[in-house]
């Protein structure tokens, strides 16, 4: 698999989480754990392009796959992506737990909706879940990351990605809610 | 002191790592730990006939399975950690139970293994006989103790306490009106994103243990750690990394586990490390928020308070590791803004067979305002009077500060409001709520709170000018994601007149700062906050006195600005900070950034010895503030929410807090502290609801079942400040961690009491539980 556009050809235990290889072994700890049932969004990474919950796929699963997480969105040392950089201007964080998942699912979500509405921001962050800022922050960082993008289609992510079957399926995604 | 960075909105400094991946959790430490996980009761009450632990220490790969009767201090009562002498019957937990279980989550066996996957796999192995035990789950039901949750405490009774202020009874019996009321709040979780973890290292060539917790309280572990292993506290190391959300309850002393991975590096000598799941962390780490309240209260026809008795259970848990803080606040901020003249409250701490209880954000005070608020409903429902007009009638007029209240404060001392415009929050919240939205089923809450914050003893701070001119500023207390590493370099940034970039935070590492207490209680920014400001104003006195002598100048005349000392009026005649750092250290080879600077002021003979008596190498100040009460913050919220006939789903329309925590050192990290207040808040109100049964198991131990709200649930808040500033620390702030909490329970219950007809006494709602409560009435 190729993650944050580097091949990574090591061979993985067939049990291992793709969240678990990230983390413990790889050292890619930006990607979090905060439910290992789906739900809360703190692992979400993009697979080619699209949102999906780290901790619901197992790594081999990923094998012919293009990974991105929150370290290959902006090398070190480079600005920030347009979508961090929205975060930080708006405080969309606090403690930064799930940050990395809710900028992962706003890069996806904008690659979807360069432009989103007040509806496509709530459907587009309702898979993530926040326990500091309250969302509002939050939903201020999607609209002026959106403004802060330079065009419509960054990157890699394309539009067909989002009819993928490993999109997150937490209890809250998007237009399965409730 | 200027004051260019206090009170601005300045962006956050912490977000660059957080916002690459580059944060520091403690999880994300590695460094080839072993990996370890916690065999649990699976029983809310039960004896223990055996363990058997054979099978799994054979295991492949498993390094150590300890039970208690393998740790040195297996048999030694955890500490109570604010003990109280009305606590008569004080019990805590063993590090790991070997005789009778109390709650679901309970540690019974450690295991230690090379890999996550293979400790789970050994425990399972491990085989726990159980004899199951009446269970206790419901603070009424402990009340009546029909069974007991610790053999030796009579009632299940772990402390009771009556306060009167005024003459309760005689004022009852003359009141022209009055009322019985009865109120219910069940358990509820803090929930950070970030589960419990904690990394342990033995250094035997050093004889030092190093150990990261994602605690509230570095400084309070390290001491625990040295006094159990017999070390100097010099040679035990705790730091609070990177800590992803605390709440409350990532401070207790001790989990078993901050005893077991310590004990196991030691033993072991290699790294060890435990990161809790998130099942665990729903019956392994404390609760709050269980009481059942009566309440009688004496009116008069103009709905003005008479007399308030209460009297109350707190749901304890089955220990009480915590004290009895909770109940304590409940029963000290139930007047909260309002002039009651005659008050007395009981309560009763009561065990049950349920995770011990200890503060989550608002700790005992969303009760407190939710049982004074519906009060207040309920008299002015009777009364046929508006309800805000019944609020204005009672509350504290800004000209009664100091205000006593007549009950004790957590702190031992009594409660005394210090100051506030609790009118003024009422009004300014009407007039930004506006006008009632069109249409049906809507309804309108508003509640004044006030909350007590700040509390001693003390904390301190270090503070140092570098030779590169930046500045390193380190505080014990430690960050959970509330912007300290900000607000404290914008105190030091004014101080000593550099950019607040200038300035590195250290929080909650024992390295950098080795005394202080914790993050709780509202009390980081008045504690750490005020005492970074004493420690800069020392620098920068320092700093004058030296500069002095090479400006020839009274150091009465400097001043700091622009990273130097400079004449006031004259700001051509300056010298850098960073060469003042050098200055201040009379060493034979200078070296560092500020060398170059301090060589044209070279240092001038002057008699006696380089370092005169009381003079101390380096341009650095360590200080403390310890304040000589709690400072009490104030605010009001209201809101306008619309129940759907059919579904009982809550749409909040509007929502609008006024808050005021005296000056403000950040606007923006304010908001987003009462943001996410009101976030958690509306979800305790609404969603979240921990369901016990009554074996005592908890039946949605998983954020599947149990609902924490997404950004769909929660509406976008207005907020407004005003600034009291308090008169009793130098800065004049006041605490606003816990603000966006307290109200919001009821707010919520008032509002929707008006949109569906029912009465609304207890917390938290569901759509469910509003449609029983409808039918019911129907």
């Known amino acids: ?178 | 002191m200027t004051t260019r960075w206090f009170g601005a909105r300045v962006q956050r400094v912490e977000d660059d790592r957080l916002l690459r991946g580059h944060g520091r959790f403690t999880d994300d430490i590695d460094d080839g730990a072993l990996e370890s996980c916690i065999v649990r009761s699976p029983f809310a009450h039960a004896r223990i006939r055996s363990i058997d632990v054979t099978a799994a220490r054979a295991m492949p790969g498993v390094a150590a399975v300890y039970t208690a009767a393998d740790l040195p201090f297996g048999q030694t009562d955890l500490p109570i950690l604010i003990p109280h002498p009305n606590l008569t019957h004080g019990r805590t937990q063993r590090c790991l139970a070997s005789e009778v279980v109390r709650y679901v989550g309970e540690a019974v066996v450690f295991v230690v293994a090379e890999s996550r996957s293979v400790a789970e796999d050994a425990a399972e192995l491990v085989q726990v006989e159980y004899e199951p035990l009446p269970v206790v789950i419901t603070p009424e039901s402990a009340a009546l103790a029909e069974h007991l949750v610790h053999d030796d405490v009579p009632g299940n009774v772990a402390a009771e306490l009556i306060q009167e202020a005024g003459a309760v009874e005689a004022a009852l019996a003359a009141s022209p009106r009055r009322k019985s009321l009865h109120f219910r709040f069940e358990r509820g979780a803090a929930c950070p994103m970030e589960g419990r973890a904690v990394w342990a290292r033995w250094s035997a060539a050093e004889h030092r243990l190093t150990v990261y917790d994602s605690t509230q309280s570095p400084t309070s572990i390290r001491g625990g750690l040295a006094v159990l292993f017999g070390l100097p506290e010099s040679n035990v190391e705790v730091i609070a990394p990177d800590v992803g959300g605390g709440f409350g309850p990532k401070i207790m002393l001790f989990y078993p586990d901050e005893l077991l991975v310590p004990f196991a590096a030691l033993k072991l000598g290699r790294p060890v490390k435990w990161t809790e799941d998130r099942q665990e962390h729903f019956t392994a780490v404390n609760q709050e928020r269980g009481q059942v309240h009566e309440v009688e209260v004496g009116f008069d026809d103009d709905g003005k308070l008479i007399a308030l008795d209460v009297d109350f259970i707190h749901d304890g848990g089955a220990y009480t590791p915590y004290g009895i803080i909770l109940p304590i606040i409940t029963a000290a901020q139930v007047p909260g803004p309002y002039r009651v003249p005659n008050y007395r409250v009981r309560f009763r701490d009561v065990y049950t067979n349920a995770t011990p209880t200890s503060p989550y954000r608002g700790a005992g005070r969303p009760h407190a305002c939710f049982v004074m608020e519906r009060t207040l409903d309920a008299i002015a429902a009777e009364l046929g009077l508006d309800r805000t007009e019944v609020r204005r009638r009672n509350l504290i007029e800004p000209d009664q500060f100091p205000y006593e209240v007549g009950v004790v404060w957590q702190d031992g001392n009594q409660v005394v409001y210090d100051s506030g415009d609790y009118p003024a929050l009422v009004e300014r919240a009407l007039e930004m709520l506006g006008p009632r939205p069109e249409g049906d089923h809507i309804g309108m809450g508003l509640s004044p709170y006030v909350e007590g914050t700040g509390v001693g003893p003390y904390e301190g701070a270090h503070v140092q000018v570098l030779v590169s001119g930046k500045v390193v500023a380190a505080t014990g207390i430690p960050n959970q994601g509330q912007g300290h590493a900000t607000v404290w370099a914008q105190i030091v940034a004014d101080q000593l007149g550099v950019d607040v970039s200038d300035v590195e935070v250290s929080s909650g590492d024992t390295r950098r700062f080795q005394w202080g207490v914790g993050t709780f209680a509202s009390r980081a920014a008045i504690m750490a906050g005020n005492a970074m400001a004493v420690a800069a104003g020392m620098v920068a006195e320092k700093a004058k006195h030296i500069a002095a002598e090479h400006l020839e100048a009274d150091p009465a005349d400097l001043e700091l600005a622009g990273g130097r000392v400079r004449v006031k009026g004259s700001p051509d005649r300056g010298i850098p900070l960073a060469a003042v750092a050098v200055l201040s250290n009379p060493m034979r080879y200078a070296f560092g950034g500020g060398t170059e600077a301090a060589t044209q002021f070279a240092a001038k003979p002057r008699p006696g010895p380089p370092l005169l008596e009381g003079e101390r190498p380096g341009l650095e100040a360590t200080g403390y503030f310890s304040p000589v009460g709690s400072a009490w913050a104030a605010g009001c919220h209201a809101a306008y929410v619309r129940v759907d006939p059919k579904t009982y789903r809550l749409e909040i329309l509007k929502y609008v807090v006024v808050h005021d925590c005296g000056r403000l050192i950040n606007p923006l990290v304010v908001e987003g502290q009462i943001e996410g207040g009101v976030a958690q808040g509306i979800g305790g109100a609404f969603y979240e609801r921990l369901a016990y049964d009554d074996e005592g198991q908890l039946r949605n131990a998983s954020f599947m079942e149990f609902l924490m709200p997404y950004a769909t649930e929660i509406p976008a808040i207005e907020i407004d400040h005003i600034e009291t500033p308090s008169p009793l620390n130098p800065l004049g702030i006041k605490g606003a961690g816990e603000a966006g909490v307290i109200p919001v329970g009821a707010v919520l219950a008032s509002a929707i009491e008006e949109a569906t007809g029912v009465p609304i006494t207890e917390m938290p709602l569901s759509p469910l539980k509003l449609f029983e409560l409808v039918r019911a009435q129907s």
Do not use: W
Not at chain 1, 52 to 61: G, P
């Open chain 1, 1 to 178: 698999m190729r993650i944050n556009g580097v091949v990574h050809a090591a061979p993985v235990d067939p049990r291992r989480l793709l969240s678990d290889h990230l983390r413990h072994d790889l050292g890619l700890t930006g990607t979090h754990v905060g439910c290992e049932h789906g739900v809360c969004g703190c692992c979400t990474v993009l697979l080619d392009g699209a949102p999906v919950r780290s901790c619901l796929m197992l790594a081999v699963q990923a094998e012919g796959h293009e990974v991105t997480t929150i370290e290959g969105l902006a090398a070190d040392g480079a600005p920030l992506h347009p979508v961090q950089q929205a975060f930080h201007e708006c405080q969309g964080l606090q403690c930064g737990f799930c940050t990395p998942g809710f900028v992962m699912s706003v890069v996806g979500l904008l690659a979807q909706h360069p432009n989103p509405t007040a509806q496509q921001v709530d459907e587009g962050i309702s898979g993530n879940l926040c326990r500091c800022t309250g969302y509002a922050s939050i939903r201020r960082a999607v609209v002026r990351a959106a403004e802060l993008s330079p065009s419509p289609r960054r990157g890699a992510i394309s539009e067909s990605s989002s009819s993928s079957p490993l999109r997150a399926q937490g209890r809250g995604e998007g237009g399965t809610k409730k």
